[in-house]
């Protein structure tokens, strides 16, 4: 069974810097994307940035290119989103997730069948 564990959220300032993290298990990736979407209070759930576990193509939204960098460990099966200048607009509940059919390039939510539990991003203006 897919398990997907994030960890690395806090309390921060404006314009500082966070590691997200995101252990993955229970499956084979090869094929997959692996993407970490946000859901701030009072708002839909949004994507974020997506990475090809081989190859590591990436894409981002708008609203975090140039900020938001998402990486993965091959061998200890782990995304990281690094997170600089971070806003007060990025506070958020920030989730990793895989798409339900490996190997298609996606970036909608409703694709997305695997889910961690979330980890609380706050940022203080």
């Known amino acids: 069974q897919v398990q997907l564990v994030e960890s690395g959220g806090g309390l921060v300032r404006a314009g500082d810097s966070l590691r997200l993290s995101c252990a993955a298990s229970g499956g084979t990736f090869s094929n997959d994307l692996i993407g970490w979407f946000r859901q701030a209070p009072g708002k839909d759930r949004e994507f974020v940035a997506i990475?090809?576990?081989?190859?590591?193509?990436?894409e981002y939204a708008g609203s975090v290119k140039g900020r938001f960098t998402i990486t993965r460990d091959k061998a200890k099966n782990t995304v990281y989103l690094d997170m600089d200048n971070l806003k007060p607009e990025d506070t958020a509940v920030y989730y990793c997730a895989l798409p339900g059919s490996p190997g298609s390039w996606t970036t909608k939510l409703s694709e997305y069948v695997y889910w961690g539990q979330g980890t609380q991003v706050t940022v203080s203006s």
């Open positions: 990475v090809a576990w081989n190859g590591g193509g990436t």
